[in-house]
């Protein structure tokens, strides 16, 4: 019933691709009509669950059983976030929708516009929150700060995405050492390896030596920035500081890696749009991706066979090992068929297609007790999980900020640190316009939620 692991890489970079650079505003939009592709019925008089989420989320075989199993029309809308504002405006929302844990649960949360599932959990037999991955605290927001508080949202499966995968061959031809399974590399330790591993022709990169950007260079610094003891953010949320030494120092190695010139950076992006390609044609020695990558390499026994995954580099002594995504369900506020949606969740997250994710190594299961269904048949699949393993107890959320959507952060970044870049400019500089630019951003949203 799940959509096949291959097909879940290329949906996950869509989501993030369609979401980028669009920011739900409080103020109502006009209109509220969506395209949507309707399921086939389940009979005359079935209530209707719309399903905001990806146009390949389910096939046409998944989405009758889904109707017959929970006795709905089942309407698939997909997902567009100048859509779901206007639905969300209109007080007419999809009954679920696909999101960002770790991004969007403040923004949307703060608003008002979330169901509070702790009381779904508090009578399901199959979702306990007891079972729940540490991970799943993104779906958690206070009234203040991510991470505690209600339940808004369940991530179908996560990663700690500051971990990467290497090429033992690329590192082998270069005479490098390969990294730890345990102890984490010194950010500058990082950078060295990936000037030593980037390979040049007639001046152009043929190889890069690392892909350092994962999910997101705003979510990087943020984590970057607390390996060192600091914050990106002040304590209320409501400002950033690109001055203060751990966020500055997060920033100048950035800029020192887009400068060297090894890896996809702002200023020269991968052609290829996402690391996997890349590191699949044996062009890129090290891919900054988390555990899901894992599913990209295992169905190639070649690449398999020299690929490994480390654990998350280090700004400072203080060692964290955060998810940039947590990509799962919620339930709008105004949603109208809530008993359904939450069986939905249940089957989703709880059933089996939760357990197919968790045996097919895209991504760490979302409760506890799937763990030991992930694959562990091979050396290959043998060293991730256990890398996995010891990496787990430094997971902590990286509270972000209820006032702004992340696209728009990266967006300033976007539009900010190329020229920047390309010039020289100072990181001191470059702080200053950044705290500029992303404070009013911030300002303004502090308005809207009050």
Not at 23 to 28: G, K, M, R, S
Not at 49 to 69: F, G, P, Q, S
Not at 299 to 324: E, I, M, N
Not at 336 to 350: C, D, P, R, S, T
Request: aromatic fraction near 10%; charged fraction near 25%; charge should be neutral.
């Amino acid at each position: 019933m799940p959509v096949s692991p291959r097909a879940a890489l290329p949906g996950r970079r869509r989501f993030l691709t369609a979401s980028a650079g669009a920011a739900l505003t409080a103020a109502a939009l006009p209109g509220c009509a969506a395209s949507v592709d309707s399921g086939s019925g389940a009979g005359s008089g079935a209530k209707t669950l719309t399903v905001m989420t990806l146009v390949d989320e389910w096939d046409a075989k998944a989405k009758k059983n889904i109707e017959t199993m929970l006795d709905v029309d089942l309407r698939v809308v997909t997902y567009d976030v100048t859509k779901l504002n206007a639905m969300l405006a209109a007080k007419n929302p999809p009954d679920v929708v696909r999101g960002i844990g770790a991004t969007d649960t403040p923004y949307f949360a703060a608003r008002g516009l979330m169901t509070d599932l702790d009381p779904y959990f508090a009578k399901s037999d199959v979702l306990r929150t007891s079972d729940l991955a540490a991970a799943n605290d993104v779906w958690r927001f206070d009234g203040r700060k991510q991470g505690s508080g209600p339940r808004y949202g369940i991530a179908k499966d996560y990663s700690q995405d500051s971990m990467f995968w290497y090429r033992t061959d690329l590192f082998e031809d270069a005479g490098l050492e390969l990294p730890s399974d345990t102890e984490p590399l010194t950010l500058d330790e990082w950078l060295d390896r990936g000037e030593r591993l980037v390979r040049r022709r007639l001046g152009k990169v043929k190889v890069y030596g690392l892909s350092a950007m994962s999910l997101g260079l705003f979510s990087q610094l943020m984590s970057w920035t607390a390996t060192a003891g600091g914050s990106v953010f002040a304590d209320d949320l409501a400002t950033v500081d690109f001055s203060s030494p751990e966020a500055l120092k997060a920033l100048q190695w950035y800029l020192d890696y887009a400068r060297a010139d090894i890896g996809p950076s702002l200023l020269n992006p991968n052609p290829d749009g996402w690391d996997g390609p890349t590191y699949q044609a044996g062009r890129m020695a090290m891919s900054c991706d988390g555990f899901w990558f894992g599913g990209v390499i295992g169905t190639d026994a070649k690449l398999s066979a020299v690929s490994r995954f480390a654990p998350a580099p280090q700004l400072g002594s203080h060692r964290v090992s955060p998810c940039f995504s947590g990509t799962g369900f919620w339930m709008p506020k105004d949603a109208k068929n809530k008993e359904a949606a939450w069986k939905l969740f249940e089957w989703y997250f709880g059933g089996k297609p939760a357990r197919d994710r968790a045996a097919a190594g895209w991504g760490l299961p979302s409760l506890n007790s799937m763990r030991s269904r992930m694959p562990k048949d091979n050396a290959f699949q043998k060293q991730a999980y256990e890398v996995q393993v010891k990496e787990t107890p430094y997971f902590s959320v990286l509270p972000m900020s209820q006032y702004a959507q992340v696209d728009s952060l990266n967006g300033i970044l976007s539009k900010v640190l190329p020229d920047a870049i390309r010039s020289g400019t100072r990181a001191g500089r470059i702080a200053d316009t950044l705290n500029s630019r992303m404070n009013e951003q911030l300002a303004r949203g502090k308005e809207l939620v009050g």
